[in-house]
């Protein structure tokens, strides 16, 4: 049986979606998954990651392997991808449909981060509607949220109230993301106590149970 693929979509710019493709990889890793990851992004930035990855733990220890596909050929790629490991996790890049079209085709899941403001929120709609066109399950994932912010709440009740499903975990907005990516690491494994590594361990294991019950 082939592996699982997650498709990571949001035509909005800047909603840490790369970020998240990273730190879903290695939460899945860890797990004792094999993990490859699929950058269609033109920028390359999932690449550059894994790039300083496997500078950090070698090549013949790195623990995700790494593809890279543009436009249809990101469907092939996965699926091929998906046949010698149990997750795929593909990052598409903002503001192309025909980028993300075929990766958005080949999910079992498309995790879809939101930030939790009105203009990503009016920006996410176009993502919804090409993944309702591909018939693909999607989650949404509250993204970079401001805990005591009185805006957070608002939205969060708007973005339930597309009708879509969302993550009953959301991520907060921590520097210790960023920080982490920028080594080639997560924060699962930088600060593997903290509140960071707890809301990831969270998101994988009510994606895992999206993916087995679908």
């Known amino acids: 049986m082939d592996g699982r693929i997650i498709t990571l979509a949001q035509q909005k710019g800047g909603s840490g979606k790369t970020t998240l493709a990273a730190h879903l990889a290695v939460a899945f890793a860890r797990l004792g998954h094999g993990v490859a990851i699929l950058d269609v992004d033109p920028q390359g930035s999932l690449g550059q990651w894994f790039e300083r990855r496997e500078a950090h733990f070698g090549p013949e220890t790195i623990d995700i392997s790494f593809g890279t596909a543009s436009g249809w050929g990101a469907r092939r790629e996965a699926h091929g991808l998906a046949r010698n490991h ?15 079209r075929s990766a958005i085709e080949a999910a079992n899941l498309v995790v879809v981060p939101v930030q939790p403001t009105q203009i990503d929120l009016w920006a996410t709609d176009p993502t919804l509607q090409n993944i309702a066109r591909e018939g693909t399950p999607s989650l949404i994932v509250l993204n970079r949220v401001v805990q005591r912010a009185g805006l957070t709440g608002e939205m969060i009740e708007a973005i339930q109230a597309l009708g879509r ?34 809301e990831i361990t969270a998101l994988t294991d009510e994606i ?6 679908g």
């Open 165 to 198: 499903d969302t993550a009953a975990t959301s991520l907060g907005n921590r520097v210790a993301f960023a920080a982490s990516i920028g080594r080639g690491l997560s924060v699962q494994e930088t600060e593997p106590s903290g509140k960071g590594a707890q």
């Open 86 to 100: 149990d997750i795929v996790i593909v990052d598409t890049p903002p503001k192309s449909d025909t980028e993300s």
């Open 208 to 213: 895992q149970r999206r993916l087995n019950a």
